[in-house]
């Protein structure tokens, strides 16, 4: 490969300094590949199973200088499939399933298939039950299937075992279905403690449950939630802080949370709205607080729409920080009104649903800012400011 590589860079290099044809250099590449395609075969010839597996191919699919031969390319795989070489028994199971190069036989694909698998590891043998599940180049047969899942799932392939789950669970079969469950929660148990942030988000839901192949053991599905809210796992970060909020299954403590739920808004923005809402309503331990509230919405609304910090706005208006909220407004009227500009002509398309959330925010923006300006108490909602109509006609 090396010789190959060498010879196109060389062909290149000509082509550069002395404009040659492309039909020139095709011709290079061609013996270049007849050359390497040579040396191949004859390691093949000299017995060398991986190089008879290369030989079949090229005369499999026509290539590196060798014509197009079923005949031979099975005699090469044949001989690099007697050395045990894995690759060439797969390669002869999908020729003899497919039937393009030679005439479909399902019996020998079973047979090399089956070879394959049993010289493969793991996932050979979960892709041969697979094949045979749903019929991939060989018959469909779910007593096959079972057999080659089965031995995938107990040579450790997390897929299969969650397919035995399955399937167990389909046909009822309580014992085998508790084996497999247990098997596989025995698995996650095991990336958990390698690190795995999903994994222990799985455990500590299993522990929480006693469901699914572990026992019930409320400490250790905390301990494996707060490795996983640790580790960044979004859902175990949200439940760790709710726990510190509420005082459940971990002592109440709001500084804990808080900084629970601060993870969680660096992952996710828009949780910042949701951590508002507690604030504003009191839920899951969160005290009332309405200035918690507005600064938890701006936040999120920093990296939301318009009409985020059109709310964000109002917020601060409800709580009497009228600077902040009139802060907010004349970002929005900057935003939208460049927005509206980039429009152009389009922007006076009253079909045009971006015009007209634009106008929109523009005219709430505007008539907030007068407002407030003027002192006004700020309104039990918004509706008004919102109204489409009004924004299209007085804009």
């Not at 900057?334 to 922007?347: I, P, R």
Request: hydrophobic share 45%; aromatic share 10%.
């Amino acid at each position: 490969m090396k010789k190959l590589l060498a010879t196109l860079a060389a062909a290149a290099l000509a082509c550069a300094a002395t404009a040659q044809s492309l039909g020139q250099i095709g011709a290079q590449r061609r013996q270049a590949d007849a050359a390497d395609g040579g040396a191949i075969a004859a390691k093949a010839m000299a017995g060398d199973a991986a190089a008879q597996l290369a030989l079949g191919s090229f005369y499999a699919k026509g290539a590196n200088g060798f014509p197009a031969d079923a005949a031979k390319a099975v005699e090469w795989l044949e001989k690099s499939a007697a050395q045990n070489e894995k690759a060439a028994m797969a390669y002869l199971g999908y020729i003899y399933g497919e039937g393009k190069l030679v005439k479909r036989d399902f019996a020998k694909a079973v047979k090399w298939r089956e070879a394959a698998a049993n010289a493969g590891d793991a996932n050979d043998k979960w892709s041969l039950g697979n094949a045979f599940l749903y019929g991939f180049l060989v018959p469909k047969d779910q007593l096959k299937a079972l057999y080659w899942i089965t031995l995938a799932a107990e040579s450790g392939n997390a897929d299969a075992v969650v397919k035995l789950v399955e399937i167990h669970e389909n046909l009822g079969n309580k014992e085998e279905l508790a084996k497999w469950r247990a098997k596989f929660a025995q698995m996650q148990l095991a990336a958990a403690e390698s690190g795995n942030a999903v994994a222990m988000a799985a455990v500590a839901e299993k522990f929480m449950s006693g469901e699914d192949g572990l026992p019930r053991n409320r400490a250790r599905a905390v301990f494996w939630y707060k490795k996983a809210a640790d580790a960044g796992h979004a859902e175990s970060i949200e439940k760790v802080a709710k726990m510190y909020a509420r005082g459940r299954f971990l002592p109440q403590n709001q500084e804990k949370a808080q900084y629970y739920f601060e993870k969680l808004a660096e992952k996710d923005p828009s949780c910042c709205f949701k951590i508002s809402s507690m604030y504003a309503e009191g839920r899951n331990g969160f005290p009332v607080d309405a200035k918690k509230s507005a600064d938890w919405f701006a936040r999120g609304a920093k990296n939301g729409d318009t009409t985020n910090r059109i709310y964000a706005a109002y917020r601060y208006w409800k709580i009497g920080e009228t600077d902040t909220a009139l802060k907010f407004c004349g970002e929005v009227e900057e935003e939208a009104g460049k927005s509206l500009s980039a429009l152009g002509a389009n922007a006076a398309d009253p079909k045009n649903v971006q015009a007209a959330m634009l106008k929109r925010a523009l005219y709430a923006a505007k008539l907030m800012r007068e407002k407030i300006s003027a002192g006004a108490k700020a309104p039990d909602t918004l509706d008004e400011y919102f109204a489409i109509r009004r924004a299209q006609t007085e804009l």
